[in-house]
C-alpha cells in the first residue's frame, strides 16, 4: 500500500491507501487564496483574509464529506500534549482559540481533525475495529518526546484500540535530503529512541541531516503499530506543491493533515 495524490478540479491532496476513513494530506494546491499565500492556505494568522481560509476549509470538507462545524483543530506548541476531543470542542477555523497540543484522537463519529504543517511531519491515525482516529503533528521536538507513540497510546487507553489494528500514515515533510540541523537535534532523538534511529542521522561537517519520517515510523512501530504508509514527499525540495516555512523563510501558508471519524454502521 502506498501514499497516492488525488486530484478533484484544481485540488490537489494525498491520500493513504490503508487508512478507511475519509482523510488527506493537503499540498498548497486549489485554493483561494492569493499573492505569496496562494492559493489553499487552511490556517488563520498567517496574514491571509480568513474568508479565505474559510473557504479553503469549505473546499477540503466537500472533497472529504464533512461538515466544517464538526473541526476540531489544535494550539500547536511542538508538545508531547494528546488531546482526547467530541464535537463539544469544535472551536470553529481559528486554532488559536483551541487549547495548547500538537495531537488529537476521538472515536466521535461526523468530527474532522485537522492539525497544521510547513515542513513538519504529519501523521494520520485509523483503527477499523473501533472507529478511533488520530492527527498528529510531530515537529523535531515532539518527535523526541515520542508524540506519535503517545498518540498511540492515548488510543488504546481512551478507546480500547489495539495498536496492531491502527493503520497509520506519516505525510509529507521536510525530508532527509534537506533537514540539516545542529547537534541538539539527533541528540534529543537519540536520547528517546537510543541505537534504533542512528542510522536516519547524517553527520554531514559539524552538522546533521535528520530523517524524520523514520524516526516516526520506529515510533510508531515501537508503540505497536504495524500497517504503516509514509509519503516520499519533501517540503522543501518540492516546495511549490507543499508549503516549506525553510524555504520560504516563514512566509507562507498552511498545509496539513485531516481525518474523519466515519459514522458507525446500525
Same mark, same amino acid.
Given at each position: 500500500?502506498?501514499?497516492?495524490?488525488?486530484? %478533484?478540479? #484544481?485540488? =490537489?491532496?494525498?491520500? &493513504?491507501?490503508? +487508512?478507511?476513513?475519509?482523510? !488527506?494530506?493537503?499540498?498548497? *494546491?486549489?485554493?483561494?487564496?492569493?499573492?505569496?499565500?496562494?492559493?489553499?492556505?487552511?490556517?488563520?494568522?498567517?496574514?491571509?483574509?480568513?474568508?479565505?481560509?474559510?473557504?479553503?476549509?469549505?473546499?477540503?470538507?466537500?472533497?472529504?464529506?464533512?461538515?466544517?462545524?464538526?473541526?476540531?483543530?489544535?494550539?500547536?506548541?511542538?508538545?508531547?500534549?494528546?488531546?482526547?476531543?467530541?464535537?463539544?470542542?469544535?472551536?470553529?477555523?481559528?486554532?488559536?482559540?483551541?487549547?495548547?497540543?500538537?495531537? %488529537?484522537? #476521538?472515536? =466521535?463519529?461526523?468530527? &474532522?481533525?485537522? +492539525?497544521?504543517?510547513?515542513? !513538519?511531519?504529519?501523521?494520520? *491515525?485509523?483503527?477499523?475495529?473501533?472507529?478511533?482516529?488520530?492527527?498528529?503533528?510531530?515537529?523535531?521536538?515532539?518527535?523526541?518526546?515520542?508524540?506519535?507513540?503517545?498518540?498511540?497510546?492515548?488510543?488504546?487507553?481512551?478507546?480500547?484500540?489495539d495498536p496492531e489494528n491502527i493503520r497509520a500514515a506519516i505525510g509529507p515533510n521536510i525530508g532527509f535530503?534537506?533537514?540539516?540541523?545542529?547537534?541538539?537535534?539527533?541528540?534529543?532523538?537519540?536520547?528517546?529512541?537510543?541505537?534504533?534511529?542512528?542510522?536516519?542521522?547524517?553527520?554531514?561537517?559539524?552538522?546533521?541531516?535528520?530523517?524524520?519520517?523514520?524516526?516516526?515510523?520506529?515510533?510508531?512501530?515501537?508503540?505497536?503499530?504495524?500497517?504503516?504508509?509514509?509519503?516520499?514527499?519533501?517540503?522543501?525540495?518540492?516546495?511549490?506543491?507543499?508549503?516549506?516555512?525553510?524555504?520560504?523563510?516563514?512566509?507562507?501558508?498552511?498545509?496539513?493533515?485531516?481525518?474523519?471519524?466515519?459514522?458507525?454502521?446500525?
Open positions: 500500500m502506498s501514499i497516492t495524490s488525488k486530484k %478533484l478540479g #484544481t485540488l =490537489e491532496y494525498l491520500t &493513504a491507501e490503508g +487508512i478507511s476513513a475519509p482523510h !488527506c494530506f493537503t499540498t498548497r *494546491l486549489g485554493g483561494v487564496s492569493q499573492g505569496y499565500l496562494s492559493s489553499l492556505n487552511i490556517g488563520m494568522h498567517r496574514g491571509d483574509a480568513p474568508e479565505n481560509v474559510a473557504k479553503n476549509h469549505e473546499i477540503l470538507a466537500n472533497a472529504l464529506g464533512y461538515d466544517v462545524k464538526n473541526t476540531v483543530m489544535a494550539h500547536q506548541i511542538h508538545s508531547d500534549i494528546v488531546r482526547v476531543v467530541t464535537k463539544q470542542d469544535c472551536l470553529g477555523l481559528d486554532h488559536h482559540e483551541y487549547p495548547e497540543c500538537d495531537g %488529537l484522537v #476521538t472515536n =466521535e463519529p461526523g468530527l &474532522a481533525l485537522v +492539525i497544521f504543517t510547513a515542513d !513538519c511531519t504529519p501523521i494520520l *491515525l485509523s483503527d477499523p475495529v473501533t472507529g478511533a482516529v488520530g492527527a498528529v503533528h510531530a515537529g523535531w521536538r515532539g518527535t523526541a518526546m515520542d508524540i506519535a507513540g503517545k498518540a498511540v497510546q492515548t488510543m488504546v487507553s481512551a478507546f480500547g484500540c535530503c534537506c533537514f540539516e540541523v545542529g547537534g541538539e537535534v539527533p541528540g534529543a532523538i537519540l536520547e528517546t529512541f537510543g541505537p534504533a534511529v542512528e542510522k536516519d542521522i547524517r553527520p554531514v561537517d559539524e552538522k546533521y541531516y535528520v530523517n524524520l519520517k523514520e524516526v516516526n515510523r520506529y515510533a510508531l512501530t515501537r508503540a505497536g503499530v504495524r500497517h504503516i504508509e509514509v509519503s516520499e514527499e519533501c517540503t522543501a525540495c518540492r516546495h511549490k506543491r507543499f508549503w516549506s516555512h525553510r524555504v520560504t523563510r516563514g512566509q507562507r501558508g498552511s498545509q496539513g493533515a485531516i481525518i474523519v471519524c466515519k459514522e458507525r454502521k446500525r
